[in-house]
């Protein structure tokens, strides 16, 4: 089992910063990409950010350039720093991991999604 928690959420002003930080515990081996979800009230639940456990990234059109994910894979933690923010980037924020489809197969891990239990992100125009 994988359990993560998210932290760094608060309340900025438009064009201001925040780091957010996800930290993973339990059965690590059981994660391979790990990711950034937001969901805003009456909208659905989209990807902004991915990593790879060899460090390729992802981002979606509306944040790129502004956000960045990172990762610590000693630390078993992932990180999304948001740069400019904007009001449109207010939402829960949750933590995703994804687990190695070879160790899926071989019964090690079971084909689970693993999430944290979100951080609220408010930006103030």
């Known amino acids: 089992q994988v359990q993560l928690v998210e932290s760094g959420g608060g309340l900025v002003q438009a064009g201001g910063s925040l780091r957010l930080s996800c930290a993973a515990s339990?059965?690590?081996?059981?994660?391979?990409?790990m990711g950034w979800y937001r969901q805003a009230p009456g909208k659905e639940r989209e990807l902004v950010a991915a990593i790879a456990s060899t460090g390729s990234t992802w981002y979606a059109d509306s944040v790129k350039g502004r956000f960045t994910i990172s990762r610590d894979n000693a630390k078993n933690m992932v990180y999304l720093q948001m740069n400019s923010l904007e009001p449109e980037d207010t939402a829960v924020y949750y933590c995703?991991?994804?687990?190695?489809?070879?160790?899926?197969?071989?019964?090690?891990?079971?084909?689970?999604?693993?999430w944290g239990q979100g951080t609220q992100v408010t930006v103030s125009s």
């Open positions: 339990g059965d690590t081996i059981c994660i391979s990409a």
């Open positions: 995703n991991a994804d687990t190695p489809y070879s160790r899926v197969v071989a019964g090690t891990c079971r084909a689970e999604d693993y």
